[in-house]
């Protein structure tokens, strides 16, 4: 599966920005998708995902409250709507694909097999 991750940019703090991601191939109900984030020099880290099939979601503790993620099951796509944006959530973002079938979602990254190109969000102070 390939995923083609868009909708990065530039946006003032407080501002807004809808991350989409597009998979080819086929989605299982089982699969999650999720987000990932790794700024300059620090550790990457855990956003957000969603469960295909019935849509339950975990976010990571620093954006809870604030982003928001979703899934068009028709489309194969996956969006991250970030808002509040803090100079703090500057960093490039990654889609990612677990294809595990596991009872929960996963924070880890070495839990997800595919993983888009990266699209850069910067959040001016």
């Known amino acids: 599966v390939q995923l083609q991750a868009s909708g990065g940019g530039f946006v003032q703090a407080g501002g807004s920005l809808r991350l989409s991601c597009t998979a080819s191939?086929?989605?299982?109900?089982?699969?999650?998708m999720g987000w990932f984030r790794q700024a300059p020099g620090e550790q990457r880290e855990f956003v957000a995902a969603?469960?295909?099939?019935?849509?339950?979601?975990a976010y990571g503790s620093s954006v809870k409250g604030r982003f928001t993620i979703s899934r068009d099951n028709a489309e194969n796509s996956v969006y991250l709507q970030m808002d509040k944006l803090r100079p703090e959530d500057t960093a490039v973002y990654y889609c990612?694909?677990?294809?595990?079938?596991?009872?929960?979602?996963?924070?880890?990254?070495?839990?997800?097999?595919?993983w888009g190109q990266g699209t850069q969000v910067t959040v001016s102070s």
């Open positions: 990612a694909l677990d294809r595990r079938i596991a009872s929960a979602i996963s924070s880890s990254g070495t839990a997800y097999d595919d």
């Open positions: 969603i469960r295909w099939s019935v849509g339950n979601t």
């Open positions: 191939g086929r989605i299982f109900d089982t699969y999650v």
